[in-house]
């Protein structure tokens, strides 16, 4: 805060501290007391709010551990989640080494420039451009039919769309903090490990992925959260057996109307994300002023 008062002096200073304490306030703990309320109160007609029946209980929340399906959804949610952010990391890091410790100042720049511009297109637009691909009648099904490696079209649509659209979505989440990590990396150390005889693997293992811990911590907490809160990609390329929690939660509030129980599946979520997340972080020994970093 000194550090702050000192560089922008204490009018600038000042107005910096209230506008993040009112967008705090007003847009994360604010909303949040309010979701905390409504998940503790049962979905009453406006007549009876404040009657003998609104009285504060958990009924809400037992009413999703007694559901087998709900749960089933959200345990699956939580872990395609987790698998979402190990394929992205998968695919990033390759390219973010490549980026870092490889590429010429010209392919580097081509490459920043071809992931940041489907970026600029709408996640929706995006995400039906997926939809289109993975058709039935689409082209990933015309190639491989051309090409001999199938007899007849696949119904790509589910779990397996839903992952590889998220993946697509979410990788410059991934990609950004490994490729910043990796950069500060110096190739001396790389080189002189390769001298004394260390294979590339064991390059990786010893040296760049320990130093990039606190990048890939980050691109997997961002990318965690995304999938678990997702909405797009598993409404349009899901199937009925690959519901996401967030279908649910979105049910309860627009078709089913009961925002009680609605706000309190979304605080189940959000709560298992945050443990999720924090696990992650103690695992790899990362801290959030690194993750904000």
Not at 241 to 254: H, K, L, M, P, V
Not at 272 to 286: D, E, N, Y
């Amino acid at each position: 805060m000194t550090d702050l008062y000192r560089r922008f002096g204490p009018g600038l200073a000042t107005a910096l501290v209230l506008l993040v304490a009112v967008w705090l306030i007003g847009m994360v703990l604010a909303p949040t007391a309010m979701m905390v309320e409504f998940s503790l109160r049962p979905n009453l007609p406006p007549a009876a709010a404040g009657g003998p029946e609104d009285v504060y209980s958990l009924d809400n929340f037992a009413y999703l551990w007694g559901e087998e399906v709900h749960r089933r959804i959200f345990f699956k949610t939580i872990w395609a989640s987790a698998l979402v952010a190990a394929v992205t990391f998968l695919v990033c890091y390759p390219i973010a080494f490549w980026m870092a410790q490889h590429a010429t100042r010209r392919q580097l720049t081509l490459a920043l420039l071809l992931v940041f511009i489907p970026f600029l297109i709408n996640e929706v637009l995006r995400t039906l451009a997926w939809f289109i691909i993975l058709a039935f009648r689409g082209p990933l099904n015309a190639v491989l039919l051309e090409i001999g490696l199938i007899d007849s079209a696949i119904r790509w649509q589910g779990d397996g769309g839903v992952v590889a659209a998220m993946v697509y979505a979410y990788i410059l989440f991934m990609l950004l903090p490994i490729y910043s990590a990796v950069e500060s990396l110096e190739k001396a150390q790389i080189e002189a490990a390769r001298d004394l005889g260390a294979s590339t693997w064991r390059i990786h293992a010893r040296i760049v992925i320990p130093h990039a811990r606190a990048g890939i911590a980050t691109g997997f907490v961002f990318t965690f959260m995304l999938a678990a809160g997702s909405y797009v990609a598993p409404a349009l390329l899901g199937s009925p057996g690959s519901r996401w929690f967030t279908e649910i939660i979105y049910n309860w509030f627009f078709e089913g109307g009961d925002w009680n129980r609605g706000a309190a599946y979304a605080l189940v979520l959000l709560v298992l994300c945050l443990t999720v997340v924090l696990a992650t972080l103690r695992l790899a020994r990362v801290s959030l002023a690194d993750v904000a970093k």
